[in-house]
């Protein structure tokens, strides 16, 4: 499972919960985040460096992309290059979303990359065409989360700002379709109100990956014994440890770093 940085520990935490015999691998290239200000061509080269360490030389059994600008630049050509199962966010997402929604009114937000790339609503074509679908950008609350800062004056302000047009358009259901989010929720929530309901992807992507496996026959366990859990950055390793073991709880507690391979190369040079 990969992502920028520390939003797709939305989605590990989720895994853990509902496969605990499952081994994880989690990568996060916070030396790189964030993916959703960059062109979707650099964040599809990023991708695919990720998915070569983590597939050919880690040798995964399935792969998550547990970032939804990822998901929008690199799923569809991943799945062309490699024949594991590869899971992204984008869908498990849109379809909790269809399913909470009463007034058939719903927002997605994300990031710029996400937003522009149309994804969403071309996925939204195939899953229900008949519904009212708005997306909005907001750059600048992936950072918040990048630092560990998730209440506070300043990302409210910025929160009340971005989020005035998801109450101009009276959405009442709304997809976080970052999967750094879920860490502002409780500040989105005070936006919104109560009565937008907020739905995160990170759930119904495990139950989505879980499907996946047992229909491929690839489960792990079935004797009670806890899988293992392995936690990779690009980034300084002793602050991933430190914010990430406050965001994903006690699993992430042994770190180790990974160099991306056209890093290391410039380094060398
Ligand atoms: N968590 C990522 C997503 O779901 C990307 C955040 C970023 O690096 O900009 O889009």
Known sequence: MFDSGFGGLTVARATIDLLPEENLIYL???A???YGAKPLDEVL???LEIADYLVNERKVKALVIACNTATAAALAA???MYDIPILGVIEPGLRALVQASVRNRVGVIGTIGTVESGEYERAMANIEPNIFLRSYACPGFVEFVERGELVGRQVMVLAERLLAPVLADEIDT???GCTHYPYLARVISDVVGRSTVLVSSADETAFALMRLLSELDLQNGGNG????VEFVSSGDIVSFTRVGSRLL???LGNAKPWTPPSQATETDS
């Open 174 to 176: 709304l997809l976080l």
């Open 28 to 30: 996060g290239d916070n």
């Open 225 to 228: 014994a806890r899988g293992h």
């Open 45 to 47: 080269r990023f991708s």
């Open 249 to 251: 709880g006690p699993e």
């Open 32 to 34: 790189r985040y964030p």
């Open 78 to 80: 991943l799945r062309t």
